[in-house]
């Protein structure tokens, strides 16, 4: 089996707990084939920026290297989050675009190509994730790099009418047809990518989702839905009670009231105002609901650098107080609001204890909170997913109640019927979405990728 190296922004390293689905994807597909995780350190350097750091770990070798500040701001804090992510996530109005920015993203994409060219062997293959590394595959090509390379977009892609708001679109956007296979989550993501090469890139289709681009390059790409490592959540989620005590304490306090659980990252993507209130509106148009309910909000703060982070923090701080100022009383708090993150066995159990799962992102490559949920519950008494219809899941979990988020009314309906729904029903829809995750599990996905690069 042909070496793997897998690049990344950030590396999960042997001694930290790997936080989130890529993180613990890429560490299982290094240590069954063995390979070498490349990318930043997490770390500002004092003195020399772009020297390489490695470390082993059985098959496993890291490569990382740190970045100075000047680069780390314009890359990471700059072009990657405040030009592209918005830009992803259909919100061309938040995009702050400045040449500054998009010069020290090319700088950091050139350390990257620089470093990792000298690092590769003849018939390793590649895989680079997300898009901090769009360019890479060009640069690494002009290097004299010949290796099969993938890249993998974790976000969604808009559409071509959106992704030319984005100066010097071709320039970058391009340069994706240096790697020989790009995947994507959805269909519709892979629509966006075609309808962008064909119609403002000058590419033409070939058999077999190939397309030629104008520079000649032959590119694939397909549509790999993210999985979830399905059975360890379902049996973490089974111990959690048992063994976390966190779980005991929650739901002592819910005092068998129903919880509705949203557990997302602080960004503006996730949909948290909107959530907030459609779950304002349930309380208005329900009162035999009042201290029934409560809603739980995990919602750890990231990116706090960028003012628009600050200002939703602001915003769900003001209505969580709203809520609980119009509905709480001494013995009820409707919304419990909490900024901090929590390991994946506490997590597990929380969504265990939930009878609502409600994920209402505006946009999201995936969510893999969604699926996380659905493998927690209890097969006997499972709860109830609503989900945004924009969420990458929601291509995959029909059987969720599937609400777009920005109609309150929509997703108050979908709370009501969630909260009623009988046995019977939940366990239906429980069994067709727990039958999705278990055959397109985590091994799944990262397997039909590799196998797509090698063929
Ligand atoms: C990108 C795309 C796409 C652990 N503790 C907390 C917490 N975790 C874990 C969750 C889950 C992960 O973090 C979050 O995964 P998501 O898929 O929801 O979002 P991202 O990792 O930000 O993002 C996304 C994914 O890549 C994979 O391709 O699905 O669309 O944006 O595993 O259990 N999460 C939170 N609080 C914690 O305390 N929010």
Known sequence: MNRLIVVSNRVALPNQTATGGLASAMRDALRERGGLWFGWSGKIAKHTAGQLHHLKDGEVEYATIDLSKEDHDH???????????????????????????????????????????????????????????????????????????????????????????????????????????????????????????????????????????????????????????????????????????????????????????????????KGLPERFQAYERLLERAPELHRKVTLLQIAPPSRSTVPEYRQIRRELERSAGHINGLYAAPDWVPVRYVNNSYPHSVLSGYYRTARVGLITPLRDGMNLVAKEYVASQNPKDPGVLVLSRFAGAAEELTQALLVNPADTEEVTDALERALKMPLKERRNRWHAMMEILQKHDLTAWRKSFLDALAA
């Open 75 to 269: 890359f990471y804090d700059g072009y990657a989050n405040r030009t592209l992510w918005p830009l992803l996530h259909y919100r061309p109005d938040l995009v702050d675009y400045n040449r500054g920015h998009l010069a020290g993203y090319l700088r950091v994409n050139t350390v990257f190509a620089d470093r990792l060219a000298d690092l590769i062997e003849p018939n390793d293959m590649i895989w680079i994730n997300d898009y901090h590394l769009i360019p890479l595959a060009s640069m690494l090509r002009e290097r004299g790099v010949r290796n099969r390379i993938g890249f993998f977009l974790h976000t969604p892609l808009p559409a071509a009418g959106l992704l030319i708001a984005l100066p010097q679109h071709r320039e970058l956007l391009e340069t994706l047809s240096s790697y020989d296979l790009i995947g994507l989550h959805t269909a519709r993501d892979l629509r966006a990518l075609e309808d962008y090469f064909l119609h403002e890139a000058h590419a033409v289709m070939r058999p077999g989702h190939r397309m030629r681009a104008s520079n000649g390059h032959i590119f694939r790409a397909g549509v790999f839905p993210i999985g979830i490592d399905t059975h360890q959540v379902a049996e973490m989620a089974k111990r959690a009670l048992a063994e976390e005590e966190e779980i005991g304490q929650l739901r002592a306090s819910l005092d068998d009231r129903a919880l509705i659980i949203g557990v997302d990252r602080l960004d503006y993507s």
